[in-house]
């Protein structure tokens, strides 16, 4: 009888640890996502991070679920949004964006956030440095150290006799009055002259090109901004109307008929940054995670736009392209 008592409880502890197992193997993670634009905007980003998630063995309908939420380009509606996904308990948060880090980090303080492609962290106060970030934020970094300085090289490339340089701006952007005195001193260096315009909604563009046009801007540069990424058509509609020779920070301005853009391909950030949402899945701490930053963008011309504004690029600028769109 005793041999058979331990038969029986070795048979219940292998089914127990069975049971244990398959309940752990059977664990589906919650994975929520913020956007401040449209679902179709931010298709390409999306497209990116389930790839790099399915490419780490993370795949939705097996042990993942996505949840995404679209503001809309309604920026008030990202706390409301980012407190939908802390109440549905997501084990963590992906993000694009200073506005939207800053949404969700306002929302969770414990929930962790991985940004896929953000470019002012430290300004907003949610990171204190890319290699200890120390709180709940973690990811990849937008902006490499050379970004603005080449972008503006490449546009007076572009335009030799450019003098006066508009930079379209956002003031509620964290890294705002950084950026302009960054800018300023990089058009000096370049014997131009800067003209910040400054908006707040969509409702201001209009003001801020015909300020640019009143100054006889010789060319304009798009800061990286969730409002302007939110509008691309209507701000190369805008460029293109005021003939505008204009230098954007992603290549959908571009595809959409813009002059050049200069920047990283942000569905390549959104599978990196699945790479963290995978490493807190399985036990790392953001706070331990250090951020990466992007190592390589790509230069994007559409000739047709130039065609279009009455501007012959210089071939060692074409030349210059990555791809070029005629």
């Known amino acids: 009888m005793k041999k058979g008592f331990l038969v029986t409880l070795v048979a219940i502890i292998v089914a127990f640890g069975s049971l244990a197992q398959a309940q752990q193997t059977a664990k589906v993670w919650k994975i929520g996502a913020l956007v401040s634009s449209t679902k179709s905007i931010n298709a390409p ?4 991070l389930r790839q790099g998630l399915r490419d780490l063995g993370y795949e939705e309908g ?5 949840e995404y939420r679209y503001a809309e380009g309604k920026f008030e509606r990202l706390p409301d949004l ?20 800053v949404a969700a980090r306002e929302a969770t303080r414990t929930i962790p956030i991985v940004v896929e492609g953000v470019g002012s962290l430290r300004e907003a106060g949610l990171i204190s440095t890319h ?4 709180g709940n934020v973690t990811g990849v970094s937008r902006i490499s150290p050379d970004f603005f300085g080449k972008r503006l090289s490449l546009l007076k490339e572009a335009v030799p006799k450019a003098f ?19 800018m300023d001193l990089g058009v000096r260096a370049l014997g131009m002259k800067l003209q910040p315009l400054v908006v707040k909604t969509v409702n201001d563009f209009d003001s801020a090109f015909k300020a640019a046009a009143k100054e006889q801007a010789d060319t304009l540069l798009v800061m990286p901004d969730a409002l302007f990424h939110s509008h691309p058509e209507r701000i190369v509609a805008l ?15 571009v595809e959409a008929g813009g002059l050049m853009s ?16 995978v ?20 230069f994007t011309i559409n000739l047709k736009a130039a065609q279009q504004i009455g501007l012959t690029l210089p071939s060692p600028v074409v030349m210059k392209a990555d791809k070029v769109i005629k």
């Open 45 to 48: 980003r999306e497209q990116g």
């Open 62 to 66: 097996k042990n993942i679920v996505l």
């Open 82 to 101: 980012a407190a939908e996904l802390v109440r549905m308990n997501v084990d963590v948060i992906v993000a694009g964006g200073t506005r939207v880090t």
């Open 131 to 134: 290699s200890n970030p120390g």
């Open 164 to 182: 006066r340089a508009a930079a379209l701006f956002t003031s509620d952007n964290p890294s705002y009055e950084a950026r302009v005195k960054e």
């Open 239 to 253: 460029a293109t109307k005021n003939k505008l020779p204009t230098m954007y920070d992603r290549v959908d301005f």
């Open 262 to 277: 200069y920047g990283v391909s942000l569905p390549e950030l959104s599978r990196q940054a699945a790479w963290y949402v």
């Open 279 to 298: 490493q807190i899945l399985k036990g790392a701490k953001p706070s331990e995670l250090s951020l990466v930053e992007p190592i390589q963008s790509k």
